[in-house]
């Protein structure tokens, strides 16, 4: 995989966030360490999520509930 780091932010919950390009494949890790994957996201929604100025807000309305995922 050739993830993509995002540029380093500031969360209440979301410790980091890594997307790859070639599989379409948005991870996204908290403060408490889960990790998850979210399958399909096309990458204009990837780098939307990276310039969202609010990255807990922009998860739950565009990124949960739009997309498969798993717990990793």
């Known amino acids: ?3 993509q780091e995002f540029v380093p932010f500031t969360s209440s ?3 980091a966030i890594r997307y790859d390009e070639d599989q379409l494949l948005l ?8 990790r998850y994957h979210y ?7 990837a780098q939307a999520f ?3 100025p609010s990255k807990g807000s922009f998860l739950a309305s565009t990124i949960k509930g739009h997309y498969r995922y798993s717990r990793v």
């Open 39 to 45: 399958y399909e996201v096309p990458a204009h929604i």
């Open 13 to 15: 919950n979301i410790a």
């Open 50 to 52: 990276d310039q969202a």
């Open 1 to 3: 995989m050739a993830w």
């Open 27 to 34: 991870e996204v890790e908290f403060l408490n360490s889960t």
